[in-house]
Structure formats: structure tokens, C-alpha cells
């Protein structure tokens, strides 16, 4: 039988823990839901166009869902979703460059880059518009970790994690962060595999904390799977939308639904 999440937590070692790294989207800010908006406008409008230059099947124009979003770009850079998506619906586009401009929904020139772009700028739209909202049980128990002299991390495959920091206005609360830019410029595979977390967990150590001793905290399957592999002592999931037992099959030790669970 599995322990209680209060139960884990308690029963594990504080003076084991020396470290802690975060993920950003759907456990420090509300703006995992933001991203799936945005990639599904994007996504919907490129499967329901006519492209001279591309055969998308019939079957294969079925609007983008939840289940699509965490099985094909939750936790991945954002050209890799975008090339594991539209492969899963028969496309193959030419990769292109980051500096691609965003798919115009008019223009029958299309890459992966820029349909990444597109959904984006459909993010930093929403953003503007409706700023950051942050998970206020998740802040505190950061803030309660920094006090103790724990040094937090957050690592991220966003490329928008350090605006959506500092606009949150927690950037200072954090030793360093590991993002889509990073894992862009270091060649890094993303989740599972676990580099991007170990990169962290290096830089806010500066190479003195084994993963052993470190906490990683996610709400992505992906995500707590990477931790486990990358051997991180205490993997603890956020189950924020029914996913407890695919946390725990990937490798968590505990999951809970908000940090506000533990006294």
C-alpha cells in the first residue's frame, strides 16, 4: 500500500535534503493550461487548412486534445512537439530555422520552427493579456525551503520561464534556472531524459549536491520519469488534472494535488 503524500514526505530524511528543482508550468504558475490553448489554436487551425504542398488525411484532421498535449509536447522543447504531433497525424515538414517568422494561417510556407513560433506568440498574447498567475502553496513552500538554506532551482523546457518569473515577480527567490533556451543551446534531448535537471541541480549546487540528495518536483509523467532516471532522491508529483497514477508509475515517490496537503 502507498503511502499517504504527508506520510512520504515526512518520513523522508530532511538531512538528506539539500536541494530542491522545480518544474515551472502546472506547479510554480497556472500557465500549463495557457500553453495547451495556444498550442491547440495553432494546431486546429494548420490541420483544418487546405496546403497545396501537404496530404493531411481525413482522419487526421481531428482537433487537437488534452491527451495530445501530454503525450506529444507537455515537457518537450517546442520543436520537438511540434514535429512528434504532426507525425502522429501522418505530416512531415522541413524543419526550418528558429528565426523562421510565425505560420501565417494564409501562407502555404510551413516549417516546424514556424509553427512553433506561431504558438508562441500566441502564448506571450495571452500573457500580455492576462498576466502570470502562480500556484500561491507552491510559493510558499519555496520561500519556506530558501529560508531553511536550501538551495531551489527551477528548470523548465519553456523558453518563457524566466518572463514568466520575473513577471510572477519569484525570480530572486531562485539560485538559477535551466530553460528551453539552455536546452536549445547545450543540444539537450529534454524530458525523460533527465540532463536538463541535472544541469540545474549543477548550477545551483555549483557541482557539490549529488541527485541523491536533491528533491525534483513535477507534474508531468515525463517529467517524474526523468527525475528517476537521472536518480534524484526524493521525486515528488503534482497532480493537477487526474494523472496520480501515471506519476506514480513513472517513477514518483509521492504525488499530491497541491503543496497546500502538507501541514
Known amino acids: 500500500r502507498q ?19 522545480f518544474d515551472l508550468d502546472g506547479v510554480i504558475s497556472r500557465t500549463r493550461d495557457t500553453h495547451f490553448h495556444a498550442w491547440k489554436k495553432m494546431f486546429d487551425s494548420f490541420l483544418q487548412q487546405e496546403h497545396p504542398s501537404i496530404k493531411i488525411e481525413d482522419s487526421n484532421r481531428k ?19 511540434v514535429e512528434k504531433f ?47 498567475v502562480l500556484f500561491d502553496s507552491t510559493v510558499r513552500a519555496i520561500k519556506h525551503l530558501v ?26 527567490l531562485f539560485v538559477d534556472v535551466v530553460d528551453g533556451v539552455d536546452i536549445e543551446q547545450d543540444n539537450m534531448k529534454g524530458k525523460p531524459d533527465p540532463d536538463m535537471f541535472l544541469l540545474c541541480l549543477k548550477k545551483i549546487s555549483k557541482d557539490k549536491i549529488e541527485p541523491a540528495q536533491c528533491m525534483l518536483v513535477e507534474d508531468a509523467q515525463m517529467g ?40
Open 63 to 81: 482537433p487537437f486534445t488534452q491527451q495530445d498535449y501530454d503525450k506529444y509536447v507537455d515537457g518537450v522543447p517546442r520543436y520537438t512537439g
Open 3 to 21: 503511502h499517504s503524500t504527508i506520510q512520504a514526505m515526512s518520513s523522508y530524511p530532511s538531512h538528506t535534503l539539500r536541494a530542491a528543482v
Open 147 to 172: 529560508e531553511m538554506g536550501v538551495p531551489v532551482g527551477v528548470a523548465s523546457s519553456s523558453k518563457n520561464c524566466k518572463p514568466v518569473l520575473k513577471q510572477g515577480g519569484i525570480e530572486d
Open 224 to 263: 517524474v520519469q526523468a527525475g528517476h532516471q537521472g536518480g534524484f532522491g526524493f521525486v515528488v508529483g503534482v497532480d493537477r488534472g487526474g494523472n496520480r497514477d501515471a506519476l506514480m508509475k513513472g517513477g514518483a515517490h509521492a504525488v499530491f494535488k497541491d503543496f497546500q496537503e502538507i501541514p
Open 86 to 132: 504532426i507525425e502522429s497525424r501522418g505530416v512531415k515538414l522541413p524543419h526550418g530555422s528558429p528565426q523562421d517568422k510565425p505560420w501565417d494561417c494564409k501562407s502555404d510556407d510551413i516549417t516546424v520552427c514556424s509553427l512553433g513560433n506561431q504558438k508562441d506568440e500566441m502564448f506571450q498574447q495571452v500573457l500580455e493579456e492576462k498576466g502570470v
